[in-house]
């Protein structure tokens, strides 16, 4: 199995922007694009394979046939045959919603699918933009409940300003929304699930107020402050380096001013690569291909080596 691309599933959402086009150059129509969805296992959204023999292969059918080489044992035995991440780029033009996400108990219980820990690298920022995440003091569930009623929700929540390469480990329970003028790349649990309790009183196309999930959400928020979730990750060059190992995923950044090459062998997890600046060509046992900013490559866990050929990238490398 050689590297794999796969065609962007692009989702128009209200706050929604261009900038998916205009620096990242995927192919979208719409002025309201605000997601791409690289890497895919969700149902009604699977990922195509857009490269090599395997084109037009869907990462489920490859799954079925392949399992465990292109997974990793390891993996197979926790997630079976589900792909146990899903890869955005996202771009906020908008501010998002509030929202929250459930752990991976609750998410059981109520929907039957996974919890959605994530993890967020600021690709792009506007001057001044922010996000938002968790709260700015320790609340209680009913000063919580009260803020809802009076409208005054945002005074409680911690605000901050973001740069190009910041990045964020948002654990389950904790509040949250990406801020007008982001563009982030995403690394999350599959899981489609998502409590929103604010929505700044906008309506759809439809002229519709969203849906908001209060009660739902209530017993899912951790209401206490926390700084946990600034990741301070060092960045040699040439050379793998940590930024979050949580069990759910590990992902490595890479700046990288020169090949390099990787002895995978002993991985036994498939490595993905999203590229966040530059270009480079990673080759595996069997093949190779191209990447550029904005781009997303799956290489399959069978492989033995991992070859990355460029004179300036960067890289987000996530494995199991």
Not at 9 to 19: A, F, N, P, V
Not at 65 to 94: H, M, N, S, W, Y
Not at 246 to 251: I, N
Request: charged content about 30%; glycine content about 8%; overall charge negative.
């Amino acid at each position: 199995m050689y590297p794999l691309k796969f065609k962007p599933i692009l989702k128009e959402r209200l706050w929604g922007g261009t900038k998916l086009k205009d620096v990242l150059s995927k192919p979208i129509e719409s002025d309201i694009t605000g997601e791409s969805w690289e890497l895919s296992g969700v149902d009604g959204d699977i990922s195509e394979i857009s490269n090599g023999p395997l084109e037009g292969t869907s990462l489920q059918e490859l799954i079925a046939k392949e399992g465990g080489q292109l997974l990793g044992k390891g993996v197979v035995e926790r997630f079976g045959t589900d792909f146990p991440i899903l890869i955005k780029f996202i771009d906020a033009k908008q501010d998002l919603s509030i929202q929250l996400h459930p752990n991976d108990e609750l998410a059981k219980k109520r929907h039957d699918s996974f919890g959605k820990t994530e993890m967020w690298y600021i690709m792009d920022a506007d001057p001044g933009a922010k996000l938002i995440v968790g709260f700015n003091k320790d609340v209680e569930k009913e000063e919580y409940i009260e803020s809802l009623k009076e409208n005054t929700l945002l005074d409680l929540l911690n605000y901050e300003e973001v740069k190009e390469g910041d990045t964020f480990f948002i654990n389950t329970g904790k509040i949250h929304a990406i801020g007008a003028g982001v563009l982030l790349a995403e690394i999350q649990q599959t899981s489609d699930i998502t409590y929103r309790v604010f929505d700044f009183n906008r309506k759809d196309k439809n002229g519709n107020l969203r849906e908001l999930h209060t009660e739902l959400a209530l017993d899912a928020i951790d209401y206490t402050k926390k700084d946990d979730f600034k990741v301070n990750y060092p960045s040699d060059k040439n050379v793998a380096n940590t930024m979050v190992d949580c069990p759910y995923f590990k992902t490595n950044f890479m700046e990288l001013t020169e090949g390099i090459q990787q002895d995978v062998s002993n991985r036994d997890s498939f490595t993905i690569y999203m590229c966040v600046g530059g270009s480079a060509t990673i080759s595996n046992d069997w093949g190779n291909a191209q990447i550029r900013k904005g781009e997303t490559i799956l290489v399959s866990a069978s492989s033995q080596k991992i070859d990355i050929e460029t004179d300036g990238a960067k890289l987000l490398e996530v494995t199991i």
